[in-house]
């Protein structure tokens, strides 16, 4: 018995695997200079928000990039987000309030990071921003929302290893 249901379940998943996948739409994403997306969800509107890191042209120095898009994946609005140094968007989620939450870590000086969260409306338009952690290096690349309205927060802490904001 066990023999039988194993072979069925490798014709299934090798059958699968030949079925094609269905691509909606495609398309490419960036600021002048140099861009990487890290997170991407879907919002409440059948839209997407993306975070990552953008770089722009001529310059050095890195900032969070937030991308709301509409359901057929043409830009809304973009946002950057960030300090003198660099600055990296790791996780984003869309909050109750319709907003956007994003997780990443700023550059306090050379050798020390700090986690960086950053809240937002609906627009993208910034309504607070929290740098924390210790010397060192604090990041964060994980957030989501509690159902009390707060954030919890993972990454990598030299405090510790989960941080509730």
């Known amino acids: 018995m066990n023999k039988r249901l194993f072979i069925l379940g490798a014709v299934f998943f ?3 695997n ?3 996948a269905q691509t909606t ?4 994403f960036g600021m002048p200079g140099n861009a990487f997306g ?8 059948g839209g997407y928000i993306i975070a990552g890191t953008a770089t722009e042209t001529g310059t050095f120095n890195s900032d969070i990039c937030l991308i709301k898009t509409n359901s057929n994946g043409d ?3 973009t946002k950057t ?3 003198l140094n660099d600055d990296y968007g790791y996780s984003v989620d869309q909050t109750t309030d319709s907003g956007y939450i994003v997780a990443g870590f700023m550059e306090i000086t050379s050798g020390n990071w700090d986690g960086y969260l950053v809240k937002t409306n ?3 338009n910034l309504l607070w921003s929290k740098i924390f952690g210790g010397t060192g290096f604090d990041i964060a690349t994980a957030v989501l929302q509690t159902s009390d309205g707060g954030f919890i927060v993972s990454g990598g802490f030299s405090v510790g290893v ?4």
């Open 14 to 16: 090798s059958t699968c």
């Open 18 to 20: 030949l079925l094609p």
């Open 25 to 28: 739409f495609q398309k490419t």
């Open 38 to 45: 890290s997170s991407i969800k879907p919002t409440f509107d």
């Open 75 to 77: 830009t809304l609005w």
């Open 81 to 83: 987000f960030g300090g």
């Open 122 to 124: 609906s627009s993208g």
């Open 162 to 165: 989960l941080q509730r904001i």
